[in-house]
Every structure is written in C-alpha cells, then in structure tokens.
C-alpha cells in the first residue's frame, strides 16, 4: 500500500499512547508519504519535539507562536494537508473538536482544515464508555470524520478494557486504504449490480430460496461508489443495507422482480455485474393458502426462471458484463462456459469446495476468466475481493 505524494498532519494530544507516533510517522513515510506533526501543549509531557521532528523531518508546533517572535501558520499547515489525523485523540480534545472550543494550535489547525479527518482516541475505559465521549465521537462522524476505534486491552490505568488507541500499523492502513478507495477512479460511470438470492413463492408462507447475504454484492457497491461510480443495486432479500449517497438501493424478492428492476436500468448502464444468486426454477403454481401436510410425499412442479444475466448478454451493446460462477464441479470449464454462452466481458469463479469460499462468509477466494485471460487470486476478505474485482474491470474498461 502506497502514500505516496501524501501530505499526512499528525495532531498528537496529551496521552500515554503518544509514544506510538514515533511508530506511526515511520510507517507513513515508508510508504512515502510527507508528514507534518502538530501537538497539543500538554503532549509535550509525553513525547518530546526533537524525536517527533527527527523523524518527520520537519519542525513541530504546539503554540501559535515560535520564542523568535514568528506566528506558526495554522492555516498554512491545514491547507498544505492531505488527511489530517488526531492521534491519540483524548476526550479532551476530541471536546474541542465537535464543540469548536479553538484554544491552541492543533484546534486552530484543525478547524481551517478543508481535507478528511481521522480521529484515533485514546482513553481510559471508562472514559470511552462515558456518554459525552460517545456522543461526541457521533457529533464527529456527522461531521464526516473517520473514527478508527480504540481497540481493547490492558489500559495505562491498569484496568483492562477498550481504550487502547489503535496501532500505528492499523492507522496508516486505514488512511492508505482510503486514498485508495477514493481514487475516484469510476467517477461517471454507471453500475448496476445484482446482489442476494431470490426467494420463490411456494405458498403464502414458503419459498424456495438459497444461502446468499449479499455481501459480495453489497461491498461491491460500497467499493464502486467510493470509486465514484453512480450505483444502482438490486438486492434480493437480505438483512444488510447501505448509506451511501452514490448507491440507489432497489430490493426485490423473486427472480421475475430482479429481472424486471434490471431492465429499468441495463440500457444506460456502462458496467453490469451480476453477483445474485438468482434461482434458476420457481413453482408453476402459488398456493393461495398454506399448503398442510396431508400427504407422506409433496410434488411442487417448477419451472425455469428467466435468466437475467443471459438475457443482458443478449440485449448487450456498450456495457462491459461481468458475470459470477459459483461451482461446486469441473469449476473451470462450467464458468468459461457461462462466459460464453451468456456473451460476458469478464466471469468471476467462486467454488464451494474451496475453503472460506462463496455464501455467507466473510471470505471469498476467486478466479477471474476473461476471453484471452485468467487471474488467480489469494483468499481475502470480500471486501478486498470486491477491489480486486474492480480493479480488473478499470485493466480492461481501460485497455
Ligand atoms: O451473497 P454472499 O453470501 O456474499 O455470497 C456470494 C455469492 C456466492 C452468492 C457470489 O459470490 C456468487 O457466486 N454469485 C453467483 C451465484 C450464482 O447464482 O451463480 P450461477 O453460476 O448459478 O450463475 C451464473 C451467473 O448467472 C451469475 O452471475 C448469476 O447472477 C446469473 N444468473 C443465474 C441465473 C439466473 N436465472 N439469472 C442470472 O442472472
């Protein structure tokens, strides 16, 4: 993960978990990034000025003015910053964030700061769980403040609890992510994206159904919409949901709904990506009333659902299709076929006999087909899944 070309502004309040941003500012500039560390006055009773700009490689400010008389620009400092971070945030300072209470450098600093804002408190547990701490880590997310939350452990206090604040290495991934998610690298484009199972209607009260969440399909929305995409998402039913202003949520139930919300949308769509576990066959007939168990044996007659993704192969003119294939079997040779017979650009194997792998799980391990190509990859979290995914589609959209 790169920073390269960033400009990071550390502001470091008064806490123990100060002397972890010597730590923090070596990763930042390993992964090339400038930095810049602003303190509260009462930090300096935890981590001295020379050792912070020894390793930054720049001067340090606490006050508004140097002993030779000069004025330390915080409005220089807050407009020169790519992503400023508060790190440790104390209670105290995290207070004079949300509330504008403007009395040293680092608040000035932050509040002429036009760039995101990280926040990684620090503090006793009981101060953590305090409800003005909590409220005002909510006032800080409203504002669109990132908070990277205290993680749990042995406490300065010698109480045990969630407090700690985060460590260097979780901080600088966390910042190094999001430049990577807001390259912005979708902006203008329009994707529609199928996520979840469909449920069929046997009767009022049954359905047949399949183990899909959604979350694959979820967190390549969330990712896509970060990129700047405009998303359209069609969900069939599933508990997860998403705020993001770029996403326009559509849920649906039965194959025949999900097929009809796509063609709302396929026409003006540029990329298609049909993560749905869509039900192949549904009953030919809805019971009116709850079916009873009269008989030992239960005959339902299904028939074929309409195949979306086939039908927006068919219907395809400029929209880049990207197709899955969940296998169980000759994984390889089923989803090439299915990259041709449904006329895609590009199909992504999941198989369930790998392990960590398909419905439900955190996980996904994927192999990625195109025409001339294929792409292996590790097994990752579907969140990273979801990038590696995207990042394929911008190669080709690209090539
Ligand atoms: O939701 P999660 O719990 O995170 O799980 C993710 C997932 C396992 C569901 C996902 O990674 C996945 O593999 N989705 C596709 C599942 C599937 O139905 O695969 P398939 O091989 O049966 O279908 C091939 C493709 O045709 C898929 O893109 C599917 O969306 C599409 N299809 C299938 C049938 C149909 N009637 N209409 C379709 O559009």
Known sequence: MSLSGKNILIAVSGGIAAYKIHFLIRDFVKKGASVQVIMSPDAEHFVTKLSLSTLSKNPVYSEFYSDNGTWNSHVEMALWADVMIFAPCTSNTLAKMVHGICDNLMIATYMSAKCPVFIAPAMDLDMYQHPSTKLNLELAEDFGHIVIPAENGELASGLVGQGRMAEPETISNTIADFFTDNKKSLHGKKILITAGPTYEAIDPVRFIGNHSSGKMGFYLAEKAAKRGAEVTLISGPSSLNT?????????????????????????????????????????????????????????????????????????????????????????????????????????????????????????????????????????????????????????????
């Open 243 to 399: 705020k993001h202003e770029n996403i326009q949520l559509h849920r649906v139930t039965s194959a025949k709904e999900m097929y009809s919300k796509v063609f709302e949308f396929y026409e003006n769509a540029d990329i298609a990506i049909a993560s749905a576990a869509v039900a192949d066959y549904a009953p030919k007939e809805i019971a009116s009333e709850k079916i009873k168990k009269n008989d030992e044996t239960l005959t339902i007659e299904l028939i074929k659902n309409p195949d979306i993704l086939k039908t927006m192969g068919e219907k395809k003119t400029h929209q880049f299709l990207v197709g899955f294939a969940l296998e169980t079997q000759n994984e390889e040779e089923n989803a090439l076929a299915k990259l041709h017979k449904k006329n895609l650009d590009m199909i992504v194997l999941n198989s369930l006999r790998d392990e960590g792998a398909g419905f439900q799980k955190d996980t996904n391990h994927i192999r990625i087909f195109t025409e001339n190509d294929r792409f292996e990859f590790d097994l990752k979290s579907k969140e990273e899944v979801a990038d590696d995914i995207l990042n394929q589609i911008e190669t080709l959209i690209l090539k």
